[in-house]
């Protein structure tokens, strides 16, 4: 199965580390992101070095970070609607700075790529998409700051 | 994002090159609040992310205590109180630029307290964890570890009758302002009296009251 962004994923191929990771999982799973609804779609799902922005690190360490397999990712929440006003509170100067005006409920489906799990636990997953990934969005749910 | 007003700093990038990171208290895509340490001196930092533009990435950096920080992972108080209890209500605002494998700190200034704009400020109902992929223990079992080590280290400053130094360690743990450094000290004096008998109490009283009102 060929991955969105195959070109940057290759790169993180050798004989020892394969990418994306093995242990990542294909799954039925609504997960969050942040989006900005001003923008195209194909802008929402976007891994952080192809975003344009300088990378945002403090250390050298951050950025080698950056600049592997699971930099190449696409983030999303498993936030419980709960706790989503207070996530947004803790990320507000990111919210604006990017300007997300929503977070979007995403379906992922088996047949959308693949993501690790043991992240779950933290709330936070990294996904690396199929190249023929159908984003199904769910439900908008909008950021009044 | 605007440029950076070039208020006068004496600290240069070569001051925060020397800091080591401890962790990233909140991370998403990349640090957003980080917490650093000078192994040296055991004073703590915390590096906050407030915007960027096509080539930079502006942090707020200013020193912390051991127990604000505490409080602050314990949940027992917000976000914004922690960042405005910064020692000596000093902040640093840094342009950094990530190019070729090197951290370039392209501009720095430092502005006070008064000086922080409401936008750089956080939201009031922010608080740690500020998201749940930042695990907890690592900070936790750093401050464990600081603690114990700094404990050790203060004894040996004691013990070799370096009381400025001692001073110096012992203020990285709590401060408030100046007044309750005063208060701290002075009764640290007393202690000490007590545990080291061949002090001369009266002359490294005022000498150590001289040194943290300079």
């Given at each position: ?29 609504i ?11 194909d ?31 696409v983030s ?12 947004i ?5 990111l ?23 043991k992240q779950?636990?933290y ?23 | ?46 590096y ?33 109180d ?7 209500h ?20 430092q ?42 280290e ?6 070799a ?25 002075r ?17 490294k ?6 040194a943290?009102?300079?």
């Amino acid at each position: 199965m060929e991955y969105l962004h195959e070109n940057h994923l290759a790169r993180f191929r050798d004989n020892v580390r394969n990418c994306p990771p093995t242990d990542y999982q294909s799954y039925e799973k609504i997960l969050l992101r942040f989006i900005n609804q001003d923008s195209s779609q194909d802008q929402w799902f976007l891994p952080v070095p192809l975003e344009g922005s300088p990378p945002r690190v403090n250390t050298l360490s951050d950025a080698d970070r950056l600049n592997t397999c699971e930099g190449f990712s696409v983030s999303f929440n498993n936030t419980g609607s709960g706790q989503l006003n207070s996530f947004i509170a803790t990320k507000a100067r990111l919210i604006r700075q990017k300007k997300w005006t929503a977070i979007g409920e995403v379906q992922i489906k088996p047949t959308d790529g693949v993501g690790e799990i043991k992240q779950m636990d933290y709330d936070h997953v990294n996904f690396h998409p199929f190249a023929d990934v159908d984003w199904g969005i769910m439900k908008i749910h909008n950021i009044n700051l | 994002m605007n440029a950076l007003a070039t208020n006068p700093t004496s600290v240069s990038d070569s001051f925060f090159k020397k800091l080591e990171k401890v962790a990233d208290l909140d991370y998403y895509e990349g640090p957003l609040v980080s917490l650093f340490f000078n192994p040296s001196s055991y004073r703590l930092y915390i590096y906050e992310w407030y915007d960027n533009d096509t080539s930079h990435n502006r942090w707020l950096i200013y020193e912390t205590s051991f127990t604000a920080l505490q409080s602050l992972i314990k949940d027992e108080i917000g976000h914004r109180d922690f960042l405005l209890s910064a020692r000596g209500h000093i902040y640093y605002l840094a342009d950094i630029r990530f190019t070729e494998s090197t951290l370039y700190y392209d501009k720095i200034a430092q502005i006070t307290k008064e000086e922080l704009p409401e936008a750089y400020l956080p939201h009031p109902d922010a608080r740690f964890p500020f998201f749940q992929n930042t695990p907890k223990d690592q900070p936790l079992v750093f401050l464990a570890t600081y603690e114990s080590n700094l404990q050790l280290e203060i004894e040996a400053k004691l013990k070799a009758h370096d009381l400025r130094q001692a001073a110096e360690l012992l203020m990285t743990l709590k401060y408030v302002d100046f007044a309750a450094y005063k208060n701290y000290f002075r009764l640290m004096i007393d202690l000490l009296s007590l545990l080291i008998k061949d002090i001369d109490n009266t002359g490294k009283e005022d000498q150590l009251l001289e040194a943290l009102s300079a």
